[in-house]
């Protein structure tokens, strides 16, 4: 996502790049002008913040998933074990 957004904004750069000719004096030399969409880049930049804050918001809720389900399996051992020891001593 972030290779993909940078490549938009480069290349909504160079697509709003104006060429025109200015006079220096004279001469006439071509320049650059670039008329920058800052609305348009703050789009894209609104775009990046919002795919980051998911992702994050994602990796938080994989990590308390992996969590839980560790959490949850020790548990399960431990009533396992405790169920294994009250039957052997239940067997003595």
Known sequence: MRVLTAVLVVALLTSYAIYSRLSDNGSNHFRINIIIPWGLIAVFISFYLFSEFNRVKRAKRDYRREYM???RQQILDNVI????????????
């Open 69 to 71: 389900n560790e959490r």
């Open 81 to 92: 074990k405790a169920k294994n020891k009250n039957s052997d001593n239940k067997n003595e």
